[in-house]
């Protein structure tokens, strides 16, 4: 009994039947490397890639469609994040609005106005003066 031969590979860019030895492979499909593009500005793609609902996009464009941007500092955020309410942050934008301090994953804070936020420091021990003890303190008047 003779085998049937392998039906030919067909590229998921243009279609076409891939007939030389150097092609992808990437979302369960063939490419020609010249077809491994990204679906909005058409670029070539490298071995680093995002797919979403199946389409193939370069960072740049995954980012402007999909990704979300800090609210302190507007730029993109590709890691982690810190989330207070609606607002996503770097980590390292999470800080009080006061007094610029880093507010670490765990610790206590305040988001006012929806987008501000404010260390919530608990009490300090009664050896502080009153007038330090203002300086340090983050009281919120609403």
């Known amino acids: 009994m003779e ?6 590979l067909v ?3 243009c279609l076409n039947t ?7 492979q990437a979302l369960h499909s063939e ?9 909005v500005c058409h670029t070539l793609l490298s071995t ?6 199946g389409k193939l996009l370069c960072r740049r464009d995954y980012l402007s469609k999909y990704g979300s941007a800090c609210q302190q500092c507007s730029q993109m955020i590709t890691g982690l994040v810190m989330v207070a309410g609606d607002h996503k942050f770097h980590p390292e934008c999470f800080c ?3 007094c610029s301090g ?3 994953d765990g610790e206590s804070y305040a988001l006012v106005e929806r987008s501000k936020l404010f260390w919530w420091v608990l009490p300090t021990p ?7 003890f203002f300086k340090i303190m983050h009281i919120l008047f609403l």
């Open 31 to 39: 490419w020609h490397i010249e077809c491994f593009r990204c679906s």
């Open 48 to 53: 680093w890639y995002f797919e979403k609902d």
């Open 96 to 98: 009080c609005s006061n």
């Open 126 to 132: 009664p050896s502080l003066s009153f007038k330090t």
């Open 102 to 104: 880093f507010i670490g």
């Open 18 to 24: 891939i007939d030389v030895d150097e092609f992808l």
């Open 3 to 8: 085998e049937s031969p392998e039906p030919p």
């Open 11 to 13: 590229c998921a860019g």
